[in-house]
């Protein structure tokens, strides 16, 4: 009897540890946001799960502006904070239904489900709008509109994703 509690508890204890182990492999440490290994997985079944069920789902990339010169002037310590700074802003600007990524060094990835085109742009207008009214308060990284990129991505674009070149300082829409 011993034996067998003791072997459900240490199955238990190692079932425990692969999930962590699996979670955190798809959390940004930095940030603790989803990270690409879980955008790239996310993506695919979301993309799938809209064509199975005729549904929309939008995608929002983001790209923060003049971040090397961030790091050069004020140090990477500074852009950690500010890349910090900016997923949380992100993760509270969104629904809860939406998913916020850190897609790459300063660039963010934002899943949209159930959006079209009009309520995707709401979301850009909403992140940028959030972002300038920090960037219009003094602080430590100076007075700078860091989020200057933002691109959506509608529906029928989404799996072509985010490889096409942008245009600097604009925000975007493929249909």
């Given at each position: 009897?011993?034996?067998?509690?003791?072997?459900?508890?240490?199955?238990?204890?190692?079932v425990g540890t692969l999930f962590n182990y699996r979670r955190a492999s798809r959390?940004?440490?930095?940030?603790?946001?989803?990270?690409?290994?879980?955008?790239?997985?996310?993506?695919?079944?979301?993309?799938?799960?809209?064509?199975?069920?005729?549904?929309?789902?939008?995608?929002?990339?983001?790209?923060?502006?003049?971040?090397?010169?961030?790091?050069?002037?004020?140090?990477?310590a500074a852009g950690d904070d500010l890349l910090c700074a900016v997923a949380s802003?992100?993760?509270?600007t969104v629904r809860k239904t939406d998913s916020v990524y850190r897609y790459g060094?300063?660039?963010?990835?934002?899943?949209?489900?159930?959006?079209?085109?009009?309520?995707?742009?709401?979301?850009?207008?909403?992140?940028?709008?959030?972002?300038?009214?920090?960037?219009?308060?003094?602080?430590?990284?100076?007075?700078?509109?860091?989020?200057?990129?933002?691109?959506?991505?509608?529906?029928?674009?989404?799996?072509?994703?985010?490889?096409?070149?942008?245009?600097?300082?604009?925000?975007?829409?493929?249909?």
């Amino acid at each position: 009897m011993f034996l067998a509690v003791a072997g459900a508890i240490a199955t238990s204890l190692i079932v425990g540890t692969l999930f962590n182990y699996r979670r955190a492999s798809r959390i940004d440490p930095l940030t603790g946001l989803r990270n690409r290994m879980d955008f790239s997985e996310t993506l695919a079944r979301e993309v799938e799960r809209s064509r199975r069920h005729a549904r929309l789902l939008s995608l929002v990339i983001l790209d923060l502006d003049h971040f090397k010169r961030i790091n050069d002037q004020f140090k990477h310590a500074a852009g950690d904070d500010l890349l910090c700074a900016v997923a949380s802003e992100l993760d509270r600007t969104v629904r809860k239904t939406d998913s916020v990524y850190r897609y790459g060094g300063e660039e963010f990835a934002i899943l949209l489900p159930e959006t079209n085109n009009e309520s995707a742009r709401v979301v850009i207008d909403r992140v940028r709008e959030r972002f300038a009214a920090q960037a219009a308060r003094p602080r430590a990284l100076g007075n700078r509109d860091v989020l200057g990129r933002g691109r959506h991505v509608g529906s029928r674009g989404v799996d072509r994703l985010a490889h096409r070149p942008r245009r600097r300082g604009h925000v975007r829409s493929q249909e």
